[in-house]
T-cell receptor, first 110, second 112 residues
Framework: RKEVEQDPGPFNVPEGATVAFNCTYS??????FFWYRQDCRKEPKLLMS???SGNEDGRFTAQLNRASQYISLLIRDSKLSDSATYLC???????????FGTGTRLTVIP | NAGVTQTPKFRVLKTGQSMTLLCAQD?????MYWYRQDPGMGLRLIHY???????AKGEVPDGYNVSRLKKQNFLLGLESAAPSQTSVYFC???????????FGSGTRLTVV
């Protein structure tokens, strides 16, 4: 079983739509969680950390459900510039410490 | 502030050739990592370092060696390149465990 699993998509949504991505992780002892964004042929960049209480950054909301080992990312009022691949990332602990999902591709359509 | 810099950005090697990829960070980060990214596979950890002079194996270390002689530099070596090592290689660093990583812009390597 993979450490982190994501729906690869693609998700094609119109501008202004709300879209949600989900991710599950296998290690119940995992300690920290992130969403990264990766543009085509670019490096991954940290979008936001995910906290147990849930957190919001502008149009982006991240949620963590430890009991179900499930992480989500909600994007409201989608912009063309949101088109990218979104990577779910989990830290199971220790120095060898981040596991990356394969990513969910989002295309926002005019 | 340059962050994490990788060189070269592109390279084509013939099977059996060797090369070294350089990662340099100017953020005084302790922890450094080398990943490879292949279609449908996500990022996979090759080797990592928890400080100057230390290295450790990740998920896919075979065919690669690393060195961290200076805190700011983390080198990835391919001793005898194989077509299976065609990939995009990313270096990353972080100041503390459990924090997010800063990535370099990547090296696109093709082995023919």
């Amino acid at each position: 079983r993979k450490e982190v699993e994501q729906d690869p998509g693609p998700f094609n949504v119109p501008e202004g739509a709300t879209v949600a991505f989900n991710c599950t992780y296998s290690n119940s002892a995992s300690q920290s969680f992130f969403w990264y964004r990766q543009d085509c042929r670019k490096e991954p960049k940290l979008l936001m950390s995910v906290y147990s209480s849930g957190n919001e950054d502008g149009r982006f909301t991240a949620q963590l459900n430890r009991a179900s080992q499930y992480i989500s990312l909600l994007i409201r009022d989608s912009k063309l510039s949101d088109s990218a691949t979104y990577l779910c990332v989990v830290n199971p602990g220790g120095a060898n410490n981040l596991f990356f999902g394969t990513g969910t591709r989002l295309t926002v359509i005019p | 502030n340059a962050g994490v810099t990788q060189t070269p950005k592109f390279r084509v090697l013939k099977t059996g050739q060797s090369m070294t990829l350089l990662c340099a960070q100017d953020m005084n980060h302790e922890y450094m990592y080398w990943y490879r990214q292949d279609p449908g596979m996500g990022l996979r950890l090759i080797h990592y370092s928890v400080g100057e002079g230390t290295t450790a194996k990740g998920e896919v270390p075979d065919g690669y060696n690393v060195s961290r002689l200076k805190k700011q530099n983390f080198l990835l070596g391919l001793e005898s390149a194989a077509p299976s090592q065609t990939s995009v290689y990313f270096c990353a660093s972080t100041s503390r465990l459990g924090y997010g990583y800063t990535f370099g812009s990547g090296t696109r390597l093709t082995v023919v």
